[in-house]
């Protein structure tokens, strides 16, 4: 079976998931033309990744966001969910951002795993507190995180653990396929594409979900800078991306290609229906309610 294998020391991930035996599926690409691995159900042995990071000593910080509405409406289940599925058996820090950390839920954590809850402004505007993400993620990451966790996983809010997302989702920049693009040729891509932007891209190697990214503290940290800044420059230039952090993102990781590649299965949305190269769920979208909660 062809093996998703590189020998550079630019892709360290790769040849730890070829000494770990990552195998390959007939059905779907699993690897990249730079050679990072594109992870899907049935290609990775669990116990092996979770042995390897035990040893190594991985630990997660996970970064999520729940402002104004969306506090009530997906915090607790967002939460519940992870502590089920998200990287179970290493130690895990929830970075839990809120403009009222009173009302954050009280949830019975695993041993090794706690939650730390940062305060954060509400900004009047969606589309910034969607953007702003950028600038706490790596203040923290500054402040906190990289003196006690390897590796950052940010997650939007409105979406839930249905199955293991774990150790095999570790790597030293993890990017996400979005499920309503995997399939489709490049054309339909939704890049920023409006040339007065710092997301400006005519054409790209995938469509990447901002809903999820992740990484080792360093190169989390060096993104969600770098995303900051172009948003940033755009507010002075009087453009705002297309898809606001989404096209940032997409953008840096045109220009610094991810180390693995998360299929959709770690972020399925089910209003598509059935797909017969998605075997598991990991992540699930949740219900948008934007009439009652995307209203001012
Ligand atoms: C967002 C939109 C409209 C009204 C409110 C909000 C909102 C977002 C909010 O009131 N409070 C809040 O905490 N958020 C956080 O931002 C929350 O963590 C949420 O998951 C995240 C992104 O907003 P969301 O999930 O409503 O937007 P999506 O699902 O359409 O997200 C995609 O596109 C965004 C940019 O437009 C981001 O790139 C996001 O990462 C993508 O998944
Ligand atoms: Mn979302």
Redesign the pocket.
């Known amino acids: 079976m062809e093996k998703c294998h590189s020998e550079s020391e630019t892709n360290l991930d790769s040849s730890v998931d070829a000494s770990l035996n990552l195998q390959s599926r007939p059905d779907v690409q699993t690897c990249t033309y730079w050679k990072a691995a594109i992870i899907w159900e049935g290609m990775f042995d669990p116990r092996l990744y979770d042995e390897m990071h035990k040893m190594k000593g991985s630990s997660v910080a996970l970064t999520?966001?729940?402002?104004?509405?969306?506090?009530d409406a997906?915090l607790h289940t967002f939460l519940n969910s992870a502590e089920q599925h998200f990287m179970v058996g290493l130690p895990v820090t929830y970075y839990v951002?809120?403009d009222m950390p009173e009302k954050v839920p009280n949830i019975k954590l695993s041993p090794l795993r706690s939650m730390k809850v940062i305060k954060v402004e509400?900004n009047s505007r969606?589309?910034d507190?969607?953007?702003m993400?950028m600038k706490s993620i790596s203040d923290v990451i500054e402040s906190d995180i990289r003196h006690h966790c390897t590796h950052v996983f940010c997650?939007?809010?409105?979406?839930v653990f249905t199955g293991r997302f774990g150790s095999e989702a570790l790597g030293d920049s993890v990017a996400l396929l979005h499920a309503h693009y995997y399939h489709l040729p490049k054309y339909f891509y939704t890049y920023d594409r409006n040339p007065n932007s710092k997301a400006y891209m005519e054409t790209g190697d995938f469509y990447y979900?901002?809903?999820i990214f992740g990484g080792s503290w360093k190169n989390v940290k060096a993104l969600t800078e770098a995303c900051y800044q172009g948003i940033m420059e755009d507010k002075q230039n009087n453009v705002e991306a297309l898809?606001?952090?989404?096209s940032h993102?997409n953008k840096y990781m045109l220009l610094h290609k991810p180390s693995k590649v998360l299929s959709p299965e770690y972020c399925w949305d089910t209003s598509i229906g059935f797909r017969r190269d998605i075997q598991v769920t990991r992540l699930l979208?949740a219900p948008?309610y934007?009439d009652t909660?995307?209203t001012p």
Do not use: I, P
């Open positions: 999520v966001f729940a402002v104004g509405r969306y506090l997906y951002f809120t509400k969606w589309q507190v969607s953007m993400r997650f939007d809010v409105d979406q979900h901002a809903a898809w606001h952090d989404e993102l979208w948008k934007y909660l995307r």
